[in-house]
């Protein structure tokens, strides 16, 4: 988030229009409005972003753009390679527009690395954390982009803390170069799978849409946010209303699969189909 919100300051001024996923994570919406920016609601499904949607709020002046390559949260979507060069290209018609690209999973993502950024590309950033491969606590990122944009990046760096610990780049980088670490990073990955994968798929055997791609995170849209938290709290499960995702997108709750097992997963889907029982089944998004 520190680089997202270092290259918007580098190129935007408050009053300027970004265009943003819609529903999208939370903190750079709450980021966006607190820089004095006005979000554009891109709608997405599980490929990422619309392109429609997406060269329509570009006609509407939008100054930039904030993408998720994968584990899009809190849905999910990652893009494939038809819809990485559908969205390549229409930005490609607008140079001026500056393109960050948040990978904050990485490589447990399940899913393949995809970006829309290339050299010839005047106004682009690709930030990627490793939080969430490595550790929590690894409060590490790494950004790439063109030349104007690093520069003005690394100069207003240099006015605040200067450097990122040594330290946290060292341990980074040894884990990097130990061969289990890749071996971890890819069970990992394919444990995340399995988990949403079987979410979504019990869920479907309730009738309710799901939506969970890749990363951590299943979207599954209901007809009441609060009801449906009410009611699985009353079960003994704690999720996310969508509310703090969502700017013009329908209600839908925000099941973080990083922690649950197997056994959990057809408890959790009774559960949560028993919430949309009890006020009539909603209809898929």
């Known amino acids: 988030m520190d680089g997202v919100e270092r290259v ?10 970004i265009a943003v996923e819609d529903p999208g994570y939370a903190g750079v919406l709450d980021l966006v409005g607190a820089m004095g920016l006005v979000p554009q609601p891109v709608p997405l499904d599980d490929l990422g972003v619309r392109p429609e949607a997406l060269a329509s709020a570009l006609a509407a ?8 390559p994968r584990a899009q949260n809190p849905t999910g979507a990652a893009f494939d390679e038809e819809r990485a060069r559908a969205l ?44 969430k491969s490595l550790g929590p606590d690894l409060r590490l990122a790494l950004l790439a982009g063109d030349p104007t944009t690093v520069a003005r990046v690394e100069g207003r760096q240099a006015l605040g803390a200067g450097w990122v610990s040594h330290v946290l780049q060292s341990a980074v980088a040894s884990l990097w170069t ?21 979410l979504v798929e019990a869920l479907g055997r309730h009738g309710l849409a799901a939506h969970g791609r890749s990363g951590f995170n299943v979207w599954v849209p209901v007809r009441e946010e609060a009801a449906t938290i009410a009611g699985m709290a009353a079960a ?24 649950l097992t197997l056994d959990e997963v057809p408890r959790v889907a009774a559960a949560l189909a028993e919430t949309q029982d009890a006020r009539g089944r909603t209809p898929a998004a």
């Open 61 to 68: 002046g939008a100054r930039a753009v904030v993408l998720t």
């Open 88 to 131: 390549r290209a229409l930005l490609d018609r607008h140079p001026d527009v500056l393109l960050i690209e948040d990978d904050h999973a990485g490589p447990v993502a399940g899913t393949p690395a995809l970006t829309l950024a290339h050299p010839r590309k005047p106004r682009w950033a690709v930030v990627r954390s490793v939080s």
């Open 8 to 17: 918007l300051q580098a190129h935007l001024r408050a009053g300027d229009r």
């Open 236 to 259: 003994g499960w704690a999720i996310r209303a969508g509310e703090p995702y969502r700017i013009q997108s329908a209600p839908a709750v925000r099941i973080t699969i990083s922690s």
């Open 178 to 198: 130990n061969a289990a670490t890749d071996r971890r990073l890819r069970d990992a990955a394919q444990s995340y799978t399995r988990r949403r994968r079987a």
